[in-house]
């Protein structure tokens, strides 16, 4: 088992074995100092020159390129006068594992000067950077804080189709794919999917996924594959116990990431974990509107009437943290035109809500329609036959009431951090003009 450099201080006086990246060699007369690093921390291992017991240690680290690898054993010494931690190893075995290039395509550990496209180009140096390391770190727990949650509410985790055999939801904005001798369609969310494991008694689901978006767009916001976190629930009396869910379910995930990275977060990107102390502020889209007009003098343009656009997003953000002193707004009572087919309406009006956050919208909730007659109605007013046959036979034989939301990891990702693109909280990033890596 691999000796994580975060633990070394429980190896003082020991004989260990490390593996890492070669950082740093500092090539002096009478001593070598090699930094080393691995994902949690760093080493320095010191090579005596004038030793003739290390003659070949030293001619390796003479000629070897950083960024190689190396499997190093030796005793691990505490010592105060070592800057990095305040130890050092002292090599009696060092093997390279790999043998970098002798330069890298750009300086990994200053980004600022290197353009986005050669980043990700060559992302697997990219991510060597801490800052970028750190952000995958706190990506990781915010997903196991979500998961966690939903499994301590008695939640089933399922796997549903990314091809499917009809364009879903709209028929619009999906990847089509040759299917051996038919087409096939790249899967927008898996929102037919989980309705059908409401229809089948599951009661509580969830899944993380990709999600695939055949949207031209280029900006900040958008991608053509994300990471999708989903969740759907049955038995519920209205949309608004959809929302008290999701309140509950992120403020459970702020706090788990405040609590452990918190200070770090702070400290490199220079913005706070908020924990939610009370419950997120609920107003109309139309009470939204007036608000907006009457404090910012703004109107939104006529063609996005009954929604949102990202500046009527950037405003109800600061709206909320002026009035309520809250960085998240649920906001109701959206136009049907703007909303889903699938949306159960009272009085005309969908069941849902969007939630802003920090500037953006990172939900679409809802109460779903379960009813069948009225479901096909709905999707016949929106001129869906064929697309959504299959899935309007879901209702046909008993399905609960029930409804969910979805939340895009790598949005939710940059937001908490404050990043200004998309790209930047995306393992590997996908617009219109990059399939590769």
């Not at 070897?64 to 800057?83: A, F, H």
């Not at 956050?357 to 909730?365: A, F, L, N, S």
Request: hydrophobic share 35%; with cysteine.
């Amino acid at each position: 088992m691999k000796i994580k450099f975060k633990d070394l201080k429980e190896y003082f006086g020991k004989e260990i074995t490390i593996e890492g990246f070669i950082e740093n060699i500092r090539d002096l007369q009478w001593v070598q100092f090699v930094i080393v690093r691995d994902l949690t921390d760093k080493v320095q291992v010191t090579i005596e020159k004038s030793e003739e017991k290390n003659k070949e240690m030293v001619e390796l680290i003479s000629n070897l390129p950083l960024e190689s690898t190396v499997k190093i054993t030796g005793t691990l010494m505490e010592s105060p006068k070592v800057k990095l931690n305040g130890m050092e190893l002292i090599p009696t075995k060092i093997e390279v594992t790999s043998t970098s290039e002798h330069e890298l395509p750009f300086n990994y550990k200053d980004l600022n000067n290197v353009l986005s496209d050669t980043r990700s180009d060559y992302r697997f140096i990219d991510l060597r950077n801490e800052r970028n390391k750190l952000i995958f770190q706190v990506q990781s727990t915010m997903v196991n804080a979500l998961r966690e949650f939903v499994l301590n509410k008695d939640f089933m985790e399922i796997h549903t189709p990314k091809l499917i055999g009809t364009a879903s939801e709209s028929g619009s904005e999906v990847f089509e794919v040759k299917y051996f001798d038919r087409k096939a369609y790249l899967a927008q969310s898996p929102q037919f999917y989980k309705q059908m494991a409401m229809a089948a008694g599951f009661e509580r689901v969830f899944e993380v996924a990709p999600a695939f978006r055949a949207e031209n767009s280029n900006s900040n916001r958008h991608a053509t594959e994300f990471t999708s976190f989903d969740i759907e629930f049955s038995y519920i009396d209205s949309y608004k116990d959809v929302m008290k869910f999701e309140q509950e379910l992120l403020t459970y995930m702020l706090d788990k990431v405040n609590n452990k990275f918190g200070e770090k977060i702070k400290e490199v990107f220079g913005v706070d974990v908020v924990v939610p102390k009370s419950d997120f502020p609920v107003i109309k889209l139309n009470d939204l509107y007036k608000e907006l007009e009457k404090r910012y003098g703004y109107q939104i343009p006529a063609e996005d009437v009954g929604d949102l656009n990202a500046e009527t997003e950037k405003l109800a953000s600061r709206f909320a943290s002026e009035v309520y002193n809250s960085e998240f707004l649920f906001i109701t009572d959206y136009s049907k035109t703007k909303r889903a087919f699938y949306h159960m309406r009272e009085n005309d009006i969908p069941q849902g809500y969007d939630l802003i956050w920090r500037g953006m919208e990172i939900t679409t909730g809802a109460q779903r329609e379960h009813r069948y007659d009225i479901l096909k109605a709905q999707a016949l007013e929106k001129g869906l036959t064929d697309d959504v046959k299959f899935y309007l036979e879901f209702f046909k034989y008993g399905c609960p009431p029930h409804g969910g939301f979805a939340l895009g990891v790598d949005r939710l990702t940059m937001l908490l951090l404050g990043l200004p693109h998309l790209r930047e909280s995306m393992y590997i990033y996908r617009n219109p003009d990059r399939l590769e890596p």
